[in-house]
């Protein structure tokens, strides 16, 4: 086994502690040494000592231009030149930023709560604190995207404009590590910390975009507005084949959670309110995350991304399913860039985040951790999905949209159905297998061939995608006093 030398700080990004751990080696010094995580990779620095070296891992990564920040939470492994290594067991050590230990040879990276608080006894005494703590609320927004995992859609596109309407207003952002970055004057809450349950309990107004984990217990005054993160072409909650009980019981119970429900379109509205069986007020006013495919500048993503001016680009982005645990492999996506020429940028589906790992390949980027995918959007040329409903944002563009689904039956049939039939209205064709995608793909008469579709969909399903949904969400927070200005 290689022994561990220690876990240090140093200088890390705003002054901020940056957490390290070295490595050491009684033999000849390797050309390199790196930590491998199925989302993010780390290079040491390796120095050369009396009997052998010593290699520094910064437990810190860069991605997409972005600043340094803790490593996501996961296993990571160590590779002495291109060789996985062993590693001797070492006890838990909190950095401030993160929480790590090595176990079964390997680094595992957490969130950094304190062990006292992160088992199930500390969450319960957390939880009953949250549900009886005393006081009033605060004038703050309290906001989770995507179960903390990042902080992107609706949320960020209300708080983005809440900045800028509201500036004394307190934003706090649900996270699931420090790896996730929130925006500039947002304060970060780790799921599960004390400071977590003190800022959901205190804010005023919850924005998210999906269920409302563990206990809620809405104190008077306080608003929960979910914006949900998408219009279904894919049956939901009370919807979906087969019925059961506790799922229906479950469906009801969250959505009695919320006050106000935002929806992209009245279709979209109508499926929601029936799927969980909400009785409040529906919102219709287009869906503030996509805005930016309205007014924003692809040109600052693609340098992030790494992206030629000149370079076409293909965006893979899969919807999950309820059999499998990792993003779908239905496609070779190194042979898709080959024939088409293109770049593919690759996006799981965020519930395929923390089980899965980057694809890699020539020309293929895998961007499913990357923050948002609405910039994605925006610098995409062209769209291939299945049942996702990033088909309903993307034709907000106008650009051609592309549908892979090899499983259409399976999918259709036992693991979910459809609201309505995709092979009759999908404004873009639906595929199999990869010769017949390209074949569309390369084909100049597939946009004339689908126009008409195309023109139905988007008056149907982007009428309020007009580059200003998040003003006027804003404006009927601020208007029903959710929130002061001041």
Partial sequence: MTPITSFVADA???SEPAATMEVAGGDAMPASVRLV???????????????GWIASLPLRA??????????PSGTYRLQIDDVAVTLADHPVVMLGTLRAEIT???????????????????????????????????NAVFFESFYGRNVSCNPLAIDRELAVRAP??????????LSVSVPDGAIAVVEGSPEWWRARGAARLLVVNDWLRRRFARRRGQVVLQTWHGTALKRLALHRPGFDPRRAIAVIRESRRWNVLLAQNPYGGRVLRTAYAFRGPVWVE????????????????????????DARVILYAPTWRDDRDEM????????????????????????????????????VVDVTGYPDISHLLLVADALVTDYSSVMFDFTATGKPLYLFAPDLAHYRGELRGFYFDLADEAPGPLTATLDELVTAIADPTTADAYAERYARWRERFNARDDGRA?????????????????
Avoid: C, K, M
Avoid at 37 to 51: F, K, L, Q, S
Avoid at 170 to 177: E, G, L
């Fill in 470 to 486: 998040a003003e006027r969400v804003v404006a009927r927070i601020l208007d029903q006093g959710f929130i002061d200005r001041a």
């Fill in 168 to 177: 004394g207003v307190t934003r706090y952002w649900s996270v699931i590590d």
């Fill in 37 to 51: 995580g199925p989302r993010a990779t780390v290079e040491a620095t390796i120095r050369a000592i009396d009997d």
């Fill in 12 to 14: 890390g990004v705003a």
């Fill in 328 to 363: 779908v492999d239905f496609l070779d996506l190194a042979e898709l860039a080959r024939r088409t020429d293109a770049v593919v940028l690759v996006r799981g589906h965020s519930r395929t985040l923390l089980p899965g790992h980057d694809a890699h390949g020539d020309r």
């Fill in 104 to 138: 079964e040879g390997a680094v595992r990276v957490a969130a950094p709560i304190d062990p006292a608080y992160d088992s199930g006894e500390g969450q319960d005494a957390l939880e009953r604190r949250y549900a009886t703590r005393p006081g009033g609320l605060e």
């Fill in 62 to 71: 860069a991605r997409w231009g972005g600043p340094a920040l803790p490593l």
């Fill in 286 to 309: 287009g869906y503030p995350r996509n805005d930016v495919l309205v007014s924003g500048d692809a040109a600052p993503v693609r340098a992030a991304l790494g992206i030629a001016d």
